[in-house]
């Protein structure tokens, strides 16, 4: 399983579509406070629709708290930012993986970054732009997570409905 940590998330909509993406493919998801929002947001529900039920949530006060609460858990954690040498590809992603990602408006904090900057991943970009959306990030992170582990988990075909 993959594990979705979002440290500080501002923006409500980005957290509810963050938990829709971790609904529909497995994915826990920790939410680290301070938040940017409440549990009561619309903008937060809306996008979220009916898939919180379906996702796995924890939350913690503070970084201290998740350290702590998942000690022994995090033999593989790495750490997304637009500061990372390492494209997220190039990372074999365990069967208990955890990627953290910073909230939207300065990323994770350059302490943590120096302290783990080797376990620092990066989604290519073009140079002149700033960062990707935290959603899509996400996204793109948990699908290439799913992609080395083929898919194993998720249903891989459709049906149309007959008319």
């Not at 609460?69 to 997304?80: D, E, M």
């Not at 970054?113 to 140079?127: E, G, H, V």
Request: aromatic share 12%; with cysteine; charged share 25%.
């Amino acid at each position: 399983m993959i594990n979705i940590v979002l440290l500080e998330p501002e923006i409500p909509q980005n957290t509810g579509n963050i938990v829709r993406t971790c609904a529909a493919t497995g994915a826990k998801l920790h939410l680290i406070e301070p938040f940017g929002f409440t549990f009561e947001d619309k903008y937060l529900k809306r996008a979220g629709l009916d898939y919180w039920d379906l996702a796995d949530i924890c939350t913690y006060k503070n970084y201290e708290e998740f350290l702590e609460k998942n000690q022994g858990k995090l033999t593989q954690i790495f750490y997304a930012s637009t500061k990372a040498n390492h494209n997220h590809t190039e990372v074999e992603y365990t069967d208990d993986v955890y990627v953290m990602f910073g909230k939207e408006s300065k990323g994770i904090p350059e302490e943590i970054l120096n302290d783990n900057y080797d376990k620092c991943i990066r989604i290519p970009m073009k140079k002149d732009v700033r960062s990707l959306n935290l959603a899509n990030s996400v996204a793109l992170i948990v699908y290439e997570y799913h992609r080395q582990h083929d898919f194993m988990q998720l249903e891989q075909a459709g049906q149309l409905t007959k008319f």
